[in-house]
């Protein structure tokens, strides 16, 4: 049977008794090219997160921002971007022509968020064109609701400051401690993925100064990012803060914990993983967007 899951996602969903389910449906729900509604959807964005693979094979996560407008979709097998990365972004060493990437739209006012990747066509200072590989729509579960406003120029991307981080200093654990939403890049079998992570606030557990821990809720059941975790066991985060526009951008080495003491900490919690921090870096006022909190996500208020 045809299946558009590699083998690492398929490992885990025959870990937990769904192989035989996503094999099923699978070609039904991942495409190989964007719904109509996906496009328009896409095209009227101000921001989309990013997935990509630095030469090292590490991950990163980020935010490509412009005017609403500035994604386009002239077809359902690419996507064109008239934006650049972030100055100082190390997602930025993985945008080259040839390399893959994963892309995540998400309004957080309406919780509505679809993912794609693909293979770049085209990246330089006339901005990025993406070839589809890969479509598929999520479900607005963990999403916090957030409003969006602009509080400088959409072109405006240059960080305040840059800092490096090789462990996570005060301001970063404190940071990722209160943190409600994040944002998680993978890769294996040649494409890379970004997707969402939400929970109640403190939902990561911060072990020392390199350690997290992420509890993995009841999701689609795809485990595209578990696969490609048990695949490559690399992983990159992103934590936005939306009252300053500040990024924190992290990747390292990432384990599935499937049992044992440490998910009694994580309540609800199906199983978890483990990140261990390579380094990380602070974009300052990074982005030109901020975000009011509205309210909590049905699933985080039964928590």
Do not use: K
């Not at 972030?86 to 998400?106: E, F, H, N, Q, V």
């Not at 400088?152 to 981080?165: G, H, I, N, Y």
């Not at 993995?216 to 936005?240: K, P, V």
């Amino acid at each position: 049977m045809n299946t558009p899951f590699h083998a690492g996602e398929v490992a885990v969903q025959s870990r937990l008794g769904m192989a035989e389910r996503m094999a099923e449906i699978g070609s039904r729900v991942v495409r190989d090219h964007m719904p109509e509604q996906h496009q328009r959807f896409y095209e009227q964005l101000p921001f989309m997160l990013a997935g990509s693979v630095d030469a090292a094979g590490r991950p990163w996560a980020t935010v490509l921002v412009g005017p609403p407008g500035f994604v386009q979709a002239p077809d359902a097998t690419h996507l064109t971007f008239d934006t650049r990365p972030i100055p100082g972004d190390p997602a930025a060493a993985g945008m080259a022509a040839g390399a893959p990437l994963g892309l995540l739209g998400i309004e957080l006012h309406t919780r509505r968020r679809n993912r794609v990747n693909g293979e770049l066509l085209l990246a330089g200072a006339e901005g990025l064109r993406l070839r589809v590989q890969q479509s598929v729509g999520n479900c607005p579960q963990y999403i916090q609701g957030r409003e969006f406003d602009w509080v400088r120029d959409a072109t405006d991307l240059q960080p305040r400051a840059v800092e490096r981080l090789q462990a996570l200093d005060g301001s970063a654990a404190a940071f990722i401690a209160t943190a409600d939403t994040c944002f998680v890049s993978t890769h294996a079998a040649g494409a890379a993925d970004v997707s969402h992570r939400g929970g109640p606030a403190g939902f990561i557990h911060v072990q020392g100064d390199r350690e997290l821990l992420v509890p993995d809720y009841s999701g689609n059941r795809m485990f595209m990012t578990l696969g490609n975790i048990q695949a490559d066991g690399r992983a990159g985060l992103l934590f936005i803060d939306f009252e300053r526009g500040d990024l924190l951008t992290l990747t390292g080495r990432a384990e599935i914990v499937w049992d044992g003491p440490d998910l009694t900490a994580l309540p609800d919690a199906e199983r978890a993983w483990r990140f261990r921090l390579d380094e990380g870096w602070w974009l300052r006022e990074a982005l030109p967007l901020r975000w009011r909190f509205r309210d909590w996500a049905p699933q985080n208020l039964q928590r």
